[in-house]
């Protein structure tokens, strides 16, 4: 239980609500307390009036105590709805609490957990988990507070007419109780097992739909269905497992209550012939017996629920009391300016341990180009991350102007940045969604003149639903060099004070690629820019070139500059020269 602790707090923000479904509960609870009572009246009525020889009123006694039992259960079906209405209304406004605070705990937290976990473990939180501590929200506390009520109300009551009796018909409870505190712990560990399982599912499903293309092209859907029906029959057993611990609580239970029943028989007889109690009484008491069996029976099913909400909880608990690497130390807006200064700057990744940059210096004067240029693998785009301050150095720093990029407000830094990965992703709505993705509301004129900045409006024209075309996940329907310039527009649409293009212009022919380099500088005028590029044709024109490699600045000066230098940069210019031509 100590994991489903963490959802006390929303139990306190809906106190009044829970409060009200509680009062409910009980009123409810009353009226399905006295239909017992007026069958024990009813019949000893009966029997007295066929005793005294005097069954004329008869018919009039069952009339009157019939018709009070149906009312009374009509005012217990009554309260039941409103007390469903509350609990359960409780257990959905926690959910949508749970997932909106699941949700916005992703976001806050840094690349590197991502690297850590899978897609589809983290889908799987917050659904199939969510799901399983709503059930615990919702109909577990419900039923667990029916229960205690029913038994303070029902045994209290079967106490006052005989405590004999009530001793022998609660006898075979405490064996339930026993056997139920050590199922639950096995109930539990099993539980965990078939939830992680489940997200290994959700994850080789996810991979396949993701890459599906390849699937098809390598001919491995044989393979693919094989990994997914082994998952699956992973789960399988390890639900079946689950379920053979739950099926052994209700035999037991049923066992129970018929033992409770055979017990109300028998030893109300006894009293009976005693004179203690009067036959109505055991009337009475049987559907009190009757009266428990459905909540006690309810014992396993709510155990069940409370052990795979408190397996959910604890997976969802791992990363909702993470804090994320990359600390935001003030809430106050900054203002992002000045030169961009890295100095003696270290990244080792945690994860794998490599270390993507060693000892980098340099400075971006402010309204300048800077290029970084290198092999594959040099540590180019790392520069981009840290600059978006999506990894922290780890030994060195970077400051804007004079101030380090730390201590500058996270959002204020990243609303300030224009940032193109290579992969340009797209999200699947339309692609007017898609450039004026940086804005709250949507500007038609600015997305029309982001899109020919890109020049990309000519071919968005030709589509048959234009601008409003649905462009399928992570840009499907777009080719490559489509994808590259919807993400460039969506950056121009934004209009930041930096923009920085990581080898985003690589499936773009030579002639598009200038262009859209030309309409940059007019845009970047008098501010920063920085172009990450493994083509020299692309940097030719900036301020500044550096030259990576293995995470180092090899050469750094402009594009004739570092042409005199008969370096990497000239033998890799002489190479891509004499492809070209």
Known sequence: MKHLFYLNKFFWKYRTLLSIGTVFIIIANLFALYPAEFVRKAFDAVILSMNTGNSSNTSEILIKYGSLIVLFAILKGIFMYCMRQTIIVISRKIEYDLKNEIYQQYQALSISFYKKNKTGDLMNRISEDVSKVRMYLGPALMYAINIF??????????????????????????????????????????????????SDITTVAQETFSGIKIIKSFSNEENALEVFMNSCKRYTKRQLELVKIEALFFPLIISMIGVSSVLTIYIGGLE???????????????????MLAWPVASIGWITSLVQRAAASQERINDFLLLTSDIENKTTEHTSIEGDIVFN????????????????????????????????????????????????????????????????????????????????????SGTIRENIAFSSDTIDNQKIIEAAKKA?????????KEGLDTIIGERGVQLSGGQRQRLAIARTFYKN???YIFDDCLSAIDATKEQRILKQLKVESKAKSSIIISHRISTLKDVDKIIVLENGEITESGSHSELLSQKGFYFEMHQIQTNKES
């Open 344 to 427: 003696e700057v270290n990244l080792s990744y945690t994860d794998t341990n490599i270390q993507a940059l060693k000892n980098l210096s340099f400075r971006l004067k402010e309204g300048n180009t800077l290029g970084i240029f290198g092999k594959t693998g040099s540590g180019k785009s790392t520069i981009a991350n840290l600059v978006c301050r999506l990894y922290d150095t780890s030994t060195g720093s970077i400051s804007f102007g004079n101030t380090n990029i730390k201590n500058l407000n996270l959002n204020s830094l990243r609303t300030a940045i224009g940032y193109i990965p290579q992969d340009g992703y797209l999200f």
């Open 455 to 463: 020049d990309i409006l000519d071919e968005l024209n030709n589509f």
């Open 149 to 198: 009520i029913l038994f303070l109300l029902v045994i209290s009551k079967m106490l006052s007419i005989s405590t004999t009796l009530t001793f022998f018909v609660l006898l075979p409870l405490p064996i339930l109780a026993v056997s139920v505190y050590f199922v639950s712990s096995t109930m539990n560990k099993r539980s965990e097992k078939v939830q992680a399982q489940l």
């Open 272 to 290: 009976s012939f005693k004179g203690n109690i009067s036959t109505g009484n055991i009337a009475e008491f049987i559907i009190y017996v009757n």
């Open 496 to 498: 930041p004070s930096l």
